[in-house]
């Protein structure tokens, strides 16, 4: 019924209308010093293709590298604007270890949690430091959504993309002695009762998880604000929650669960890919797809920085995150994760971003969150 492509959300209808949330669909350039290398040949062209190119080769090695000597000085201070153990916290550190290990950066990326509001609390305080070259954070759809619930004063306009990583899907999960044995039955339950179900979610009411689990109701036929949605500060703390019996249900994303799914404290009943997922199939997990809900939502993340953040800190941090995609120590990290690369350099995701923002102030609308 529908079309997939890995860069695409899928939000299901809500109010009985099928909404599709465009991510992006271009492939993002293998090398991204390619563009710009291209401009420099084309920008002197002088009829003489070999002096051009002997031309070319000498700035390359060093006749005109003033950005590309740029690096930072001191350690980065790396943001994940929620509590330990949610989907930012998870690319901070994962990322962090990365770049540490493989020797990236001549400094740390020191990762750090500034929880509250949705992100709110975080990205003021990365407000803060316009023009400079840090800190940068972990972004992700609730950038767009929650400044669109009016919940914070900054939105994406007021930050300075770096670079888009990676994409994610939601999960389902309930304690291994729950009476739920699949979403059907979550949400046979709901419709039955609306109060009798909570879910908790690790962002904001309106934002990512809420969307997520009210677009796959809303695809089932419940009225998506019907959903008893519990926002906490992260997904380690929703999950924590689940596990001390305080809600009936958690959404969260698949690569923050990987620990509690492989050790059996939480069990999968619902994930949000197309095609099923090998590891979440052996703990029992189904795609919604397979238990007859039409529904798929891909999760984004990347990395943004400071209002008018340098160009040359931009490109430096753009290139560094490119070459870390392509490393043995990421590819091992995002199998284990269940992530997969979605590199856009920062004037694609900056556009990307505006994109989403349009979209998701449609899906909103429909669900009564914006007016």
Not at 49 to 60: H, V
Not at 82 to 111: C, H, K, M, S, Y
């Amino acid at each position: 019924m529908r079309q997939f492509c890995k860069r695409f959300i899928y939000g299901a209808g809500v109010t009985g209308m099928s909404v599709a949330l465009l991510a992006a669909c271009g492939d993002a350039p293998e090398h991204p010093d390619e563009e710009n290398n291209n401009e420099a040949e084309a920008g002197d062209n002088n009829g003489n293709e070999t002096d051009n190119a002997n031309n070319n080769a000498d700035s390359n090695d060093g006749g005109n590298d003033t950005a590309s000597d740029w690096e930072p000085e001191n350690d980065v201070e790396y943001i994940a604007p929620a509590d330990a153990g949610g989907g930012w916290d998870t690319l901070i550190r994962t990322t962090a270890q990365v770049i540490q290990e493989e020797d990236l950066a001549p400094v740390n990326f020191a990762p750090q949690n500034i929880p509250g509001s949705g992100g709110a609390i975080g990205w003021a305080e990365v407000a803060g430091h316009e023009g400079e070259a840090q800190p940068l954070f972990a972004a992700s759809p609730p950038i767009i959504l929650v400044p669109l619930t009016e919940t914070s004063q900054y939105d994406h306009t007021d930050f300075t993309p770096v670079a888009n990583l990676i994409t994610d899907y939601s999960i389902v999960l309930v304690q291994p002695d729950s009476e739920f044995e699949s979403i059907v039955e979550v949400f046979e339950a709901i419709e039955e009762d609306p109060q009798s179900v909570s879910v908790g979610g690790g962002s904001a009411a309106g934002s990512m998880d809420h969307i997520s689990f009210a677009g796959a109701a809303a695809e089932f036929g419940i009225n998506a604000a019907d959903v008893n949605y519990v926002p906490f500060a992260g997904g380690g703390e929703a999950m924590t929650n689940l596990l001390g019996g305080h809600v009936d249900v958690v959404i969260t994303g698949v690569g923050e669960s990987t620990g509690q799914v492989e050790s059996g404290e939480l069990r999968p009943i619902a994930y949000s890919s197309e095609e099923p997922v090998e590891a979440l199939q052996e703990a029992g997990g189904e795609t919604f797809i397979e238990q007859g809900i039409d529904y798929t939502f891909d999760i984004w993340r990347g990395i943004m920085g400071p209002p008018d953040m340098p160009q040359e800190a931009v490109d430096y941090y753009e290139n560094m995150y490119a070459e870390m995609l392509e490393t043995d120590t990421w590819d091992e990290h995002r199998e284990n994760l269940g992530w997969i690369n979605n590199y856009q350099d920062s004037e694609e995701f900056g556009d990307f971003l505006d994109e989403q923002f349009d979209l998701f102030e449609d899906v909103l609308t429909e669900i009564g969150l914006v007016e």
